[in-house]
């Protein structure tokens, strides 16, 4: 288990809670993992990713949909522009 997971999995929800918000962190994951170049970068990334579920999560949000969209917008604009993968013109 990543660090990203962990957090989400000792967050002080109840247990179908807290793997409602794994399943956000890993969809919003697939989304945009192509984003981040590195180990660092996608380490980083998904635990802004995680960061940005259980911040809303615990602000009382539990629709899938919000939070993903909430969590990947907000981790696509913490991302570094050194950590992103760079494409050939």
Known sequence: MDQATS????AP???PTAHMLCRVL???????????A????EKTGRMN???GILALANAGQR????L?????TRALSLR?????????A
């Open 7 to 10: 957090l989400l999995h000792q």
């Open 13 to 15: 929800l109840d247990r």
């Open 26 to 36: 890993e969809d919003g994951w697939a989304l945009i993992r192509g984003d981040f």
């Open 38 to 41: 590195g180990a660092v970068a």
């Open 49 to 51: 990713l995680a960061d």
């Open 63 to 66: 629709d899938p949909e919000v």
């Open 68 to 72: 993903r969209t909430y969590a990947v």
């Open 80 to 88: 570094s522009p050194a950590s992103a993968k760079r494409t050939a």
